[in-house]
């Protein structure tokens, strides 16, 4: 599918919640949604109650509420942290359609204060199980917990079928810290800032606790607090905003696998086939890209989904970190506020993702949110990838700053 | 000691699978039309899409596919980690999930990829025995 429906839509804005990362005083989830709707009407002026569709991992009817929106359109998506960008290809496919002129897509996860007074950020992909789910029924003896425990499965095979070493994956994560070093906003941006913050080196992430074997803490996301907001409006309606629009020229989405253990080649995610969708509506290909914003819940993630992106040949996605094409000051910066590894990843990442290609692509990564500055790159072309579940669920965007 | 990890609750089609696994033998669905088989159980052939399914006894042989030392454990699991959990490419086809036994959970970079595993059952209550792999000599 290509032509009339790229560019249908654009991102008008993109806010985050008064406060995120490790906050001292715990917030709800609720609170940190809210607080980045305000920011986005503030930043816009779109009030909040003019806002026609509302998407989110399962919060539009509680947030419609809270808000008084009364909306024409709902989508409550939940397959882990790429809905968010699935929201922006389900939002630009209802104003392509002539629904609606504005969207509202909204995060809030409390994943750190959650420890202290619970929640966390609703949606509950892989969470079926029991008597409902074979696939739950039949892993749930076998002492798997959080994302990491899986996902040190793929490392191992991965580093089996093309040689790569926890080296050559422990320098994403080092560069990924350089650009945390660079965003004020980010959770391990400084050593005062964070006990562990600061710039890190490949052997201090060689050498970090063990969590799940490839895989030391340093090559695994953290766990923080997030909440984050974006406008999707059709291009009549940017026209009528100060804002700068961001235009989304490709979108597209899918899926391998729910339970890893439907999981055929554990090197490979669906991320092929979401970034083959998108780049095909824009009319662009990897080599068009500049940019790129992709979730690294773990090292392992991203180093794939490079490749799955056409970045780096099959094998070599680390390389892009390794020979700092993906650093500051590299030819293809990639995760430019820090990523989940460094900047902030609340439990699903999807929509910081969408705030920093916002940014970067606005020109107004500079500009400070809540007072903060970030670093500012030249890019005018910027592929945005989401990763749910296990390597499970993929969604892709191809998004291009305005003349 | 008594069994003191997670005990799944056999579900309403996979009942064939814990009756057999009570008399120590690996049960498997497989299509009576594609003649594939498949795991985890379905009430449809993810291959070939028929709905006409029977249960087999499998050779209770595998090869692990990849695995991992897992050493942040949670509940009763925590107790044991580090440990080593696997997914096994079964001789029968498919694939399936387990703690790994008869490796050296200290020693990661040991274990093989396509090593040779044979299934055994422990007794986790009076109604479900659970399957899990161990690593033999070639």
Known sequence: MTGEISKAAAIVGAAEANQIGFLEEPVTSLQLHIEAIKNLSVQTGVPIRSIEGVFSTGWSSELCEHLGIQPKYIDTTAVGGCSFEMHVHHAMCAIHAGIIESALISHGENGFSARRIGGRGGGNYGRGGGISSPGMEMSMAYGLGGAPSNYAHAMRRY?????????????IAKVTRDWATLNPRAAMYSKEKHPFGGPITVQQVEESRMIAWPMTILHCCMVADHGGAVLIASPKFAAGLDTKPVWIAGAGESMGHSNMLEMEDFTKTSAHLSADAAYTM????????????????????????????????????????????????????????????????????????????YRQL????EDGVNGDAGKQTSARTCVVNGTGGSLSTTGTLVLVADD | MAY???????GTHTRPFWDGAKEGKLMLPRCKD??????????ICPFCESMNLEWIEASGEGT???????????????????????????????????VLRGVDASKPEEIQIGAKVKVEFDEASDDVNIPFWRVVEE
């Open chain 1, 159 to 171: 580093m089996h079928d093309f040689g790569t070493t926890t080296e050559d994956f422990a320098h």
């Open chain 1, 282 to 357: 824009a009319g662009l290909g990897p080599a068009d890209m500049e940019m790129a914003q992709i979730y690294d819940s773990f090292t392992i993630t991203v180093a794939i989904t490079a490749e799955m992106l056409g970045l780096a040949p099959r094998g070599e996605g680390h390389t892009l970190w390794k020979d700092g094409r993906a650093a500051p000051g590299g030819k293809l910066p990639i995760n430019t506020n820090g990523g989940g590894l460094s900047f902030n990843h609340s439990g699903m990442y999807g929509m910081p993702l969408l705030i920093e290609a």
């Open chain 1, 362 to 365: 606005s020109g107004t990564a």
């Open chain 2, 4 to 10: 003191n990890k997670p005990i799944p609750s056999p």
């Open chain 2, 34 to 43: 594609c003649m594939k088989v498949h795991w985890y159980p379905r009430f």
């Open chain 2, 64 to 98: 692990v596919h990849t695995y991992a030392v897992q050493h942040l454990a949670y509940g009763p699991w925590a107790e044991e980690a580090p440990y080593v959990t696997a997914y096994i490419d079964l001789a029968e086809g498919d694939r399936m999930l387990t």
